[in-house]
């Protein structure tokens, strides 16, 4: 199965309207850290915003918040006031912990869903 | 503080060949993973390294191997090139201690093809 799901291969909008990308996550471990990542066609890796499965609080780094329903395992990012340079592939993330406490296999691991490429329209 | 950086960021290989590629962490991270990503299989973790170990490994074959230095430079080898190892490899920096918690800074990559 699938731990993390992207459901959107590719999402448009308009330059400075909001748009949300879904990511639905699988695991049992109650505590996880979920992670975006922006890519542009240049390839780097770009972290956008971090939530972690105990925080009580939706994650917000300047235009990017994070819509976390942990009953739905889901964590949506959220791009307010699009521009132009918003145009890339956003990849969803997660770690998983308890392994990580019992033994360390999850140590640098990042599980990556598929990425949806967003294209900001003039 | 400078970011990560990757050497080299292109390279052409045949198969048969093996290849070396190198990782440069932001100063004062001891962690350094390794990623490829390919259009079909998506993102991949290769292994990570801390403090000259290796503390966690994917799954992949053992033409695929690491190693880090002590100033925690990180290279990672790929033995008998198939034309499968074209990709992107993407190696990410971290302090290492962090858990779960822990956000991990990607370098540009390094995009190997393999003809």
């Known amino acids: 199965a699938q731990k993390i799901t992207q459901t959107q291969p590719g999402m448009f909008v308009q330059e400075k309207e909001a748009v949300t990308l879904d990511c639905t996550y699988d695991t049992s471990d109650p505590s996880y850290g979920l992670f975006w990542y922006k890519q542009p066609s240049s390839g780097e890796m770009i972290f956008l915003i971090y939530q972690g499965s105990y925080d009580q609080q939706n994650a917000t780094e300047g235009r990017y918040s994070l819509n976390f329903q942990k009953a739905r395992k889901s964590a949506n990012l959220v791009i307010s006031a699009s521009q132009l340079g918003d145009s890339a592939m956003y990849f969803c993330a997660m770690r998983e912990a308890a392994a990580l406490n019992a033994g360390g296999t999850s140590y640098g691991k990042l599980t990556f869903g598929q990425g949806t490429i967003l294209t900001v329209h003039p | 503080k400078a970011g990560v950086t990757q050497t080299p960021r292109y390279l052409i290989k045949t198969r048969g060949q093996q290849v070396t590629l190198s990782c440069s962490p932001i100063s004062g991270h001891r962690s350094v993973s390794w990623y490829q990503q390919t259009p079909g299989q998506g993102l991949q973790f290769l292994f990570e390294?801390?403090?000259?170990?290796?503390?966690n490994k994917g799954n992949f074959p053992g033409r695929f191997s690491g190693r880090q230095f002590s100033n925690s430079r990180s290279e990672m080898n790929v033995s008998t090139l198939e034309l499968g190892d074209s990709a992107l490899y993407l190696c990410?920096?971290?302090?290492?201690?962090?858990?779960?918690?822990?956000?991990?800074?990607f370098g540009p990559g390094t995009r190997l093809l393999v003809l």
């Open positions: 390294y801390f403090s000259e170990t290796q503390r």
């Open positions: 990410a920096s971290s302090p290492g201690t962090s858990g779960n918690r822990e956000t991990q800074y």
